[in-house]
């Protein structure tokens, strides 16, 4: 990958810094109103660090490669740790939780393929913002309010 720029450079150290106060709220973890903010503060930082990677000088395939599989494990863990916490509690994985589930995957798969489609910087970066965004929202409730609607 080339050099990042100035702001890829500045967007890089910000990531990195807001990822390691992440870190020291989650182990420092005295159950404070400040150590519910430990993972919001990774999962932006690690945005802010997929942002620096689009501020290359030559933007390659390569990059939104990155960016791309990036997202893929973070969904993963996210439904991971999802499916772990619903199974431990008392009502169990219900269907629209495996519908909501998923249907992540497939919606990533769907925005990774319509990403290669046309070679443009500005398309690819917009549908990665697009993808990123949609994704944020179905996991957050959108996926099982449609799971719901569907099996319910």
């Avoid at 870190?23 to 930082?45: E, K, R, V, Y």
């Avoid at 398309?123 to 990123?132: A, G, K, N, Q, S």
Wanted: with cysteine; aromatic share 18%; proline share 2%.
């Amino acid at each position: 990958m080339k050099k990042l720029s100035k702001i890829g450079k500045v967007l890089a150290f910000i990531g990195v810094g807001v990822v390691a106060c992440g870190i020291i709220l989650m182990i420092n973890d005295d159950g404070g109103p400040f150590s519910a903010l430990s993972i919001p503060l990774i999962f932006i930082g690690v945005l802010i660090i997929i942002a620096s990677i689009l501020f290359t000088g030559n933007l390659s395939k390569k990059a939104f490669h990155i960016n791309n599989f990036i997202i893929l494990f973070l969904l993963l863990s996210f439904n991971l740790l999802a499916s772990f916490g619903a199974g431990m509690s008392e009502g169990g994985i219900q269907s629209y939780m495996h519908f909501a589930m998923g249907l992540s995957f497939v919606i990533w798969g769907i925005f990774y393929f319509i990403q290669f489609v046309r070679p443009a910087k500005a398309w690819r970066t917009f549908c990665f913002l697009f993808m990123v965004t949609f994704l944020f929202f179905w996991q957050t409730g959108l996926g099982s309010s449609v799971g719901l609607m569907i099996f319910d």
